[in-house]
């Protein structure tokens, strides 16, 4: 099985049941998989197929669907792209991955005609809405006057299917590189993990270009024959109305996602009962946020799904009966993914409460990052991916993730790990947000800093947060360092940008 191939078995076996919901429109998957092929024989017609690569630099819509799965299809290299990267940075990953062809959005026309007499491996490029822009084919026309039968090319499990890049939270973005059996393993992951079936309706708010929408949610949701509901772009009010209106029954979001939910001052009167599970991930959540999650949600159906693009996305996840007993904590052991805690020297750490890096294996697994053999080398060793995230295990081997190893301070010899500090500001009443960093000190090499973002009309300051914390955390984890601000820098994934802040004061 391909990608390509589950949308026509749907059109086959479920050609009248609705697909995808997008703003006022609405298909079957019938209708979705004739738009499918005009998109994957317009592509072979131009002379691309396998082993091509194709880049969609498109925000969360129907056309965005159309275009990754008309890709796969014929057998292409779909490449999808950060809708808020600058056209430089855009440019960068186009030429990374040798696109031969684009599809982007209206809004980034502009910006490829201007960059498109360099990229020299394109051979074409399309457009995703109704604009006119010089050498850009719109989709529009393609759906009208294309072919809607089956394209003729046989796809292989095993051929290339994607390249994800990497958020790159530090440096270039790398691109990892999957095959369609990836995605169909971590398919049965997540009906292993969250029991999708063909009467679910998914609500598609976290951007699709990013791997845990991507992979663990509508490609899943494709395989079953379920419903995608599709919003352009997060907004807290507007994802509430849908789950609402829809009767959203799956839902993925990062942490900051659900924190800016529970901040709708009406909130409380969304009726959201049709929701089965809630997944968060992406970024860690602190114990006190997923309790008040559980608590203004009124359901303790949350999944923490823990992993990284690397891995599939593949990794650890904390189950719902564990939400509140574990919470905080990544989670343990999932269907088709190996990952274990390894010291420096790459031994597995079996002790309760010692700190060691999170590995990974498994048929999820990218088969190396695209055209980078010496950074792929530093990140499958033996066959285990290296994730750079560092956790502890406890008695009943749930894993935690205490930070990154580049992130990790070390203050006097001792070593600090950010999220157990973070952890414990965030129960201070006055704290919504709350980031921890090392910054530089002439005696003691590093210092603690903490970076909060505070509740409405609070206040706080640095000794009343030492003094919250004495009897919390030892005294050398403490921050000597306070600064208040409106909000923290985050890349799409929800992820702090902890490396922006620590410029701020070196």
């Known amino acids: 099985m391909n990608l390509g191939g589950l949308v026509a078995r749907n059109a086959r076996m479920l050609p009248e049941k609705e697909a995808l919901v997008y703003a006022e429109k609405r298909y079957s998957w019938k209708q979705v998989n004739e738009i499918v092929n005009t998109v994957a024989n317009e592509l072979m017609a131009k002379g691309i197929g396998k082993g091509n690569k194709v880049a969609m630099w498109m925000y969360n819509s129907d056309m965005f669907l159309f275009a990754f799965y008309g890709i796969v299809k014929a057998g292409a290299i779909a490449v999808p792209v950060n809708f808020r990267l600058t056209p430089r940075e855009a440019e960068y990953i186009f030429g990374n991955c040798d696109a031969t062809a684009l599809i982007a959005d209206d809004i980034f026309g502009e910006a490829i005609a201007e960059m498109r007499a360099r990229l020299h491996n394109v051979r074409t490029c399309y457009t995703a809405g109704e604009g006119r822009f010089d050498g850009m084919v719109p989709l529009s026309h393609v759906f009208e006057e294309g072919t809607r039968t089956e394209p003729a090319i046989v796809v292989d499990e095993f051929d290339e299917s994607e390249i994800i890049y990497t958020s790159g939270t530090t440096g270039k973005p790398k691109g990892a590189l999957f095959v369609h059996h990836n995605q169909m393993v971590v398919t049965a992951t997540m009906l292993s993990l969250i029991g999708l079936q063909t009467r679910d309706r998914i609500l598609h708010a976290a951007p699709m270009f990013h791997s845990a929408e991507l992979n663990l949610y509508m490609n899943p949701t494709t395989y079953v024959g379920g419903t995608h509901v599709v919003i352009r772009e997060f907004h807290p009010l507007h994802v509430l109305e849908l789950m609402q209106k829809e009767r959203i029954t799956q839902f993925f979001g990062a942490p900051i996602m659900y924190s800016l939910m529970m901040g709708v001052p009406n909130f409380d009167t969304f009726d959201l009962s049709s929701v089965r599970y809630f997944g968060y991930g992406a970024a860690p959540m602190a114990a006190e946020s997923v309790r008040q999650m559980i608590t203004?949600?009124?359901?303790?159906?949350?999944?923490?799904?823990?992993?990284l693009t690397e891995g599939?996305?593949?990794?650890?996840?904390?189950?719902?009966?564990?939400?509140?007993?574990?919470?905080g904590a990544g989670g343990k052991y999932i269907v088709n993914m190996e990952s274990r805690l390894v010291d420096v020297n790459g031994n597995t750490i079996t002790k309760p409460g010692v700190v060691g890096e999170l590995v990974l294996k498994g048929e999820t697994c990218m088969r190396g990052y695209y055209n980078n053999p010496k950074a792929t080398a530093e990140t499958i060793r033996n066959g285990w991916i290296h994730t750079g995230d560092l956790g502890k295990m406890d008695e009943e081997g749930y894993i935690t993730l205490v930070d990154r190893i580049k992130d990790m301070i070390i203050t006097g010899g001792e070593n600090v790990y950010s999220k157990e500090v973070e952890d414990a500001i965030?129960?201070?009443?006055?704290?919504?947000?709350?980031?921890?960093?090392?910054?530089?000190?002439?005696?003691?090499?590093?210092?603690?800093?903490?970076?909060?973002?505070?509740?409405?009309?609070?206040?706080?300051?640095?000794?009343e947060l030492r003094d919250f914390l004495k009897t919390r955390l030892a005294e050398y984890k403490i921050p000597r360092k306070l600064e208040i601000a409106s909000s923290l820098p985050r890349n799409v994934s929800g992820k702090v940008l902890k490396y922006q802040l620590r410029e701020r004061f070196q």
């Open 296 to 307: 203004r949600f009124k359901t303790d159906r949350f999944f923490c799904l823990c992993g």
């Open 312 to 327: 599939g996305p593949g990794g650890i996840a904390l189950y719902p009966e564990d939400q509140i007993r574990k919470a």
């Open 426 to 463: 965030y129960e201070h009443p006055a704290v919504a947000e709350a980031v921890i960093i090392g910054v530089p000190h002439p005696q003691w090499g590093e210092t603690v800093a903490c970076i909060a973002v505070l509740h409405k009309d609070k206040t706080l300051e640095l000794g």
